[in-house]
């Protein structure tokens, strides 16, 4: 197995180096697709394809009195996640759990945001996917997608040759797949070649 499969599950010690260099490699990313998410310090938040807990970080220091939850299929990143946010664990802010984002633990309608960094590439079914995450959301809450690329750029090809079972999505693509889900408002914001689209319940 190469070490860049690791991205799409981190496994065994790879796995952990790989969610560790993704916690500060994916931190500009992050915080530009943050600019385009409104929220309420008691927000209640989930990120989804939590790897290593960073920005689940991020979102409980939006968010100093809601509550965020992180969702993974790979055990190495809910056991980093987890010692990443243990603080907020023990207040009862946070809680990270193992599974995959087909079928959410989570009850309906619960979420005033869910949030993708870097993962729905590696999504096994989008139209399916996108309707667990918005049947988690409350009415007129927002699903945000974070991705570094955008699939305009040739060179994104080498990632999807390397890595087995990633497909990186175009703007176009997403919002059919969202719309074909049920969500409405659909915005799409790049730069160079980062893509962020937020969509509404
Ligand atoms: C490239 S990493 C990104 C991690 C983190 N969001 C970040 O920006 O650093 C992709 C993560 O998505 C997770 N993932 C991929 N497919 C998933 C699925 N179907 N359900 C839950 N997690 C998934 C992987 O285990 C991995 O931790």
């Known amino acids: 197995m190469s070490f860049f499969e690791?991205?799409?599950?981190?496994?065994?010690?790879?796995?952990?180096?790989?969610?560790?260099?993704?916690?500060?490699?994916?931190?500009?990313?992050?915080?530009?697709?943050?600019?385009?998410?409104?929220?309420?310090?008691?927000?209640?938040v989930l990120d989804c394809g939590c790897g290593g807990g960073a920005n689940i970080k991020k979102l409980l220091n939006r968010c100093p009195n809601g509550v965020v939850k992180g969702i993974d299929y790979s055990a190495v990143s809910v056991e980093t996640a987890r010692d990443l946010n243990r603080a907020a664990i023990d207040q009862g802010r946070c809680v990270v759990w193992q599974g995959s984002v087909d079928s959410i633990i989570f009850?309906?309608?619960?979420?005033?945001?869910?949030?993708?960094?870097?993962?729905?590439?590696?999504?096994?079914?989008?139209?399916?996917?996108?309707?667990?995450?918005?049947r988690v959301l409350k009415p007129g809450g927002t699903f945000l997608i974070c991705n570094e690329s955008s699939g305009e750029n040739p060179r994104d090809e080498k990632w999807t040759k390397r890595i087995g079972g990633m497909t990186i999505y175009r703007a176009a693509e997403l919002k059919g797949f969202l719309e074909q889900a049920g969500f409405q408002d659909v915005e799409i914001h790049q730069k160079k070649n980062w893509l962020c689209v937020t969509a509404k319940k």
């Not at 500060?24 to 992050?30: D, E, K, M, T, Y």
């Open 107 to 134: 009850a309906s309608g619960w979420f005033d945001a869910v949030t993708a960094f870097e993962t729905v590439y590696f999504w096994p079914d989008l139209p399916v996917c996108f309707r667990e995450i918005l």
């Open 6 to 44: 690791n991205t799409r599950k981190p496994r065994g010690l790879g796995g952990r180096i790989m969610v560790s260099m993704m916690n500060i490699g994916h931190g500009a990313l992050a915080r530009w697709g943050l600019g385009f998410l409104e929220l309420s310090p008691d927000a209640r």
